[in-house]
């Protein structure tokens, strides 16, 4: 059965680079499937914040498109996010998720990031 697991810090400070990791256990990567990241704000709505597909394209949203990078790493069936130049609005909690390129439809648990300013 397929996992997806969050991993990063919990804490990063203004102008620097959050990076979060999601290994993926019982599915490899470069089989199928696109590989989101997502995020929902404090009391607001989710926001799609990119994917890395099987095949290791990426597209992003075109709001965070130019502090947004996501790479993989196929040794570790990981792929990682790097959000540059963060401020507190960037405070969340993140997901990756797997599914089709417009529904990503299995979730891993969360992680919540604070940015401190």
Do not use: M
């Amino acid at each position: 059965q397929v996992q997806l697991r969050e991993s990063g810090p919990g804490l990063v400070k203004s102008s620097q680079t959050l990076s979060l990791t999601c290994t993926v256990t019982g599915y490899s990567i470069t089989t199928g499937y696109y590989w989101h990241w997502i995020r929902q704000l404090p009391g607001k709505e989710l926001e799609w914040i990119g994917y890395i597909t099987y095949s290791g394209s990426t597209y992003y949203s075109p709001s965070l498109k130019s502090r947004t990078s996501i790479t993989w790493d196929i040794s570790e069936n990981h792929f990682t996010l790097q959000l540059t130049s963060v401020t507190p609005e960037d405070t969340a909690a993140y997901y990756c998720a797997r599914g089709s390129s417009t529904n990503p439809s299995y979730w891993g648990q969360g992680t919540p990031v604070t940015v401190s300013s």
